[in-house]
């Protein structure tokens, strides 16, 4: 845009998502934004990002560090963009939170209910600027999704399938829940999980379970298949299944109303009457730029801390359902999460099992505090 100052961008992270994903979307809003450093621990990165740089027609070439101190001690970037493995993040992000560097991070928002609190705590005590990728909510078939959900009357019920066709968690950091937090739920999961609370808000009542692994044998310990309900408080119920190892990558989700329904998948948003009619249909692309959307968003909201707020929220919010979600697989047992404890099942420490979900219900106000969204 004319008039306004070119951002000077540095990456945190120079893999999969990097090169294939933020290369093409930086390069394309080179009059907004320039990338002017990375870093990666991995020292092959460089000649990786040169590559993708170049394929793209990115001419001016960034410096590159091993790693985001030394990064961070030598330039000043505008905002940073933090596409490293899920364990690293939040060390990551806090540093940059106690610079003062806007920071645009990938998902997931936090590993725990007590990572999101502290990152919560950290940007509110710092002012910080934080923005986190997940891409739905700044695409135009997305929105208009969530524009016609107002136009089939009282909502009751929606079913959603996200389904890929991988075997990327079955080896490096995504195949250690030590390390990735997790694999359908907090990995792949988390876009449909935020987009639910985004048509939705939180559910009040989950209970999730997994599906026996593809190959027993195999060392990966995240979970690759996975069957959740989830009710909300006003009544309306869904079901989400979510699979990392299918034949083939799907998305589709449906909402039920009084008044009539809408199908939704990555390219195709249809709605229908009562009497099944189709009367509103919007087509989109198959394969879509899943970066482009959420920087020029980032770029526009950058000194708006009302926008900081609200991710901070909904990042808190969805971290403690996907927490839920995760209890509720070990403990069998419906969850509450809104009263979702402040430790985390999934790495030990202090939780205490058996009592989620059985609690009884002390209001929506108490349970928002236990999790830091005030
Ligand atoms: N929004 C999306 O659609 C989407 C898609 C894919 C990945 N992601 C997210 O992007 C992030 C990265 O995923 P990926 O697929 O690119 O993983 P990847 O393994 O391909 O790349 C991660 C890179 O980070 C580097 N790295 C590891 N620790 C580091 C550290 N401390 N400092 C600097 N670099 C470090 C690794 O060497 C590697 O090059 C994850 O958070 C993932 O969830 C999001």
């Given amino acids: 845009m004319p008039g306004l100052p070119v951002i000077r961008c540095a990456v945190i992270g120079v893999g999969r998502r990097t090169l294939d994903d933020y290369v093409p979307a930086l390069a394309g809003l080179s009059s907004r934004i320039e990338l002017v450093a990375a870093c990666d621990v991995d020292p092959a990165a460089e000649a990786r990002l040169i ?108 079913d959603a399938t996200y389904q890929l066709s991988t075997d990327a968690y079955q080896a490096g950091w995504r195949a250690e829940t030590r390390t990735s937090g997790g694999g359908a739920i907090i990995d792949m999961g988390y876009h449909i999980i935020d987009l639910l609370h985004w048509f939705f808000g939180m559910p009040s009542l989950v209970y999730a379970s997994a599906a026996p692994k593809l190959n027993p044998d195999a060392a990966y310990d995240v979970e690759e298949t996975t069957l959740s309900t989830l009710t909300y408080p006003n009544g309306v119920t869904g079901v989400l299944r979510l699979s990392l190892c299918e034949s083939e990558k799907s998305e589709l989700i449906r909402v039920y109303g009084s008044g009539g329904h809408i199908e939704l998948t990555r390219d195709r948003l249809t709605r229908f009457d009562r009497s099944n009619r189709p009367v509103e249909r919007v087509a989109g692309e198959r394969s879509w730029d899943s970066a482009s959307g959420v920087l020029v968003n980032t770029l526009d909201h950058l000194s708006d801390p009302d926008v900081t707020e609200r991710e901070v929220q909904d990042g808190v919010r969805v971290t403690a359902t996907i927490e839920s979600l995760y209890r509720s697989i070990s403990q069998q047992t419906s969850v509450r999460p809104l009263h979702e404890e402040t430790q985390d099942a999934r790495f030990g420490s202090g939780h205490r099992r058996g009592t989620a979900g059985t609690e009884p219900a002390d209001g929506v106000s108490m349970a928002e505090a236990a999790i830091g969204v005030v």
């Fill in 51 to 158: 590559q993708a740089l170049a394929r793209n027609g990115h001419v001016p070439r960034p410096r590159f560090f091993p790693d985001h101190a030394s990064l961070l001690d030598a330039v000043d970037p505008g905002l940073v963009i933090v596409a490293t493995p899920h364990h690293t993040h939040h060390d990551i992000t806090l540093e940059l939170c106690r610079r003062g560097i806007p920071v645009l991070k990938e998902k997931p928002f936090a590993l725990s209910p007590a990572e999101a609190r502290d990152l919560a705590a950290a940007v509110r005590e710092h002012d910080g600027h934080l923005r986190l990728c997940v891409q739905r909510r700044h695409h135009p078939l997305y929105l208009r999704a969530k524009d016609a959900l107002g136009r089939i009357g009282a909502i009751r019920h929606f």
